[in-house]
């Protein structure tokens, strides 16, 4: 009998995309982020990827100090992969994004492949409430005008800032263009194989959630990356559990979470991040193919270990 390809779901569990307002399920505090990613691994979520947020208005907060309550109880809890964020939020600066994985030492933290308009002021008028919190709303329209800013050296200042902590990382590319700017961070020896590609579809500014826009990502990587790479996959909104499904079926790995999506269907917020994992796995388990346990992610991302890192 054949054996059974191993899918890795990742779990982002807050992001500083979604404001408090807009979700009561969005964890803001140490202790809810903690709970989210435990839920989510205990539900099947081999990778949670994480962000922080200053627990009294739920704005995204990149100070290490910040990150420290949560990772280490979630490290003690669980033996689940922590991924922490180099992007933290599109209004930091690079010296601001990266601390918490220069400092904590993760076994991956995320990487953003290219400056880019990130467009998250659509979501205003779809906001039918008041917003609880007075950053919320400004936060939101100055997408219209601003940037998330990933320059070359950006990149290479993320890259070598972390090069002797043996951090991997998830490579985030919301366009056809970011995979070649990988190509050449590759071919400059900055980054080495097995890569982890995370495409990103559906965020208004980077390349579409359509069916043909997932086959260009993965035939585009394929051609640049061959067999140096692992693909995953996370639609944004509406697209999630769609383009989780085109990707399994295409032989990726998947991310879910209330970073990416704050829904579980049509006009239904999602009660937790644990949800949403445990309706990507009946996704996966339902075309015949088995989750990946966090120490067969680590096996097939050539991660370093829980035991190494500084939380």
């Known amino acids: 009998m054949a054996k059974s390809r191993k899918v890795?779901?990742?779990?982002?569990?807050?992001?500083?995309?979604?404001?408090?307002?807009?979700?009561?399920h969005l964890p803001i505090t140490p202790q809810q982020i903690?709970?989210?990613?435990?839920?989510?691994?205990?539900?099947?979520?081999?990778?949670?990827?994480?962000?922080?947020?200053?627990?009294?208005?739920g704005r995204p907060d990149q100070t290490?100090?910040?990150?420290?309550?949560?990772v280490k109880v979630i490290k003690q809890a669980s033996n689940v992969v922590i991924n922490l964020t180099?992007?933290?939020?599109?209004?930091?600066?690079?010296?601001?994004?990266?601390?918490?994985?220069?400092?904590?030492?993760?076994?991956?933290?995320?990487?953003?492949?290219?400056?880019?308009?990130?467009?998250?002021?659509p979501m205003i008028p779809r906001y039918k409430g008041k917003f609880k919190y007075d950053?919320?709303?400004?936060?939101?329209?100055?997408?219209?005008?601003?940037?998330?800013?990933?320059?070359?050296?950006?990149?290479e200042y993320i890259l070598t800032t972390c090069a002797k902590n043996n951090t991997r990382f998830e490579i985030e590319c919301y366009d056809i263009g970011h995979l070649y700017t990988l190509r050449h961070f590759l071919d400059r020896g900055l980054v080495k194989p097995p890569l982890f590609i995370q495409s990103v579809f559906g965020i208004l500014g980077g390349i579409g959630a359509h069916a043909e826009d997932?086959?260009?990502?993965?035939?585009?990587?394929?051609?640049l990356?061959?067999?140096?790479?692992?693909?995953?996959?996370?639609?944004?909104?509406a697209n999630q559990m769609r383009v989780a499904a085109m990707a399994a079926s295409m032989g990726g790995n998947v991310r879910v979470g209330l970073e990416d999506s704050l829904?579980?269907?049509?006009?239904?917020?999602?009660?937790?991040?644990?949800?949403?994992?445990t309706t990507v796995r009946k996704i996966i388990e339902g075309i015949g193919l088995e989750i990946a346990s966090p120490d067969e992610a680590r096996e097939i991302l050539s991660l370093k270990g829980g035991d190494k890192v500084a939380f």
């Open 8 to 24: 890795i779901i990742t779990c982002a569990v807050t992001g500083a995309i979604h404001t408090p307002s807009m979700s009561p």
């Open 34 to 57: 903690a709970d989210a990613a435990l839920g989510a691994a205990e539900a099947g979520a081999a990778v949670v990827h994480l962000h922080a947020r200053n627990p009294k208005d």
């Open 64 to 70: 290490p100090e910040a990150f420290l309550p949560f």
């Open 86 to 121: 180099t992007g933290g939020a599109p209004t930091m600066l690079v010296e601001e994004r990266v601390r918490p994985a220069a400092t904590l030492k993760p076994e991956v933290a995320s990487l953003n492949m290219g400056t880019m308009n990130f467009g998250l002021y």
């Open 135 to 155: 950053w919320e709303e400004p936060y939101l329209e100055g997408s219209k005008k601003g940037m998330f800013k990933n320059t070359f050296a950006d990149i």
């Open 214 to 223: 997932v086959m260009q990502m993965r035939r585009t990587a394929d051609r």
């Open 225 to 237: 990356f061959g067999d140096q790479y692992h693909w995953s996959v996370l639609g944004a909104g």
């Open 263 to 277: 829904w579980i269907g049509p006009g239904k917020l999602a009660e937790s991040n644990a949800q949403q994992v």
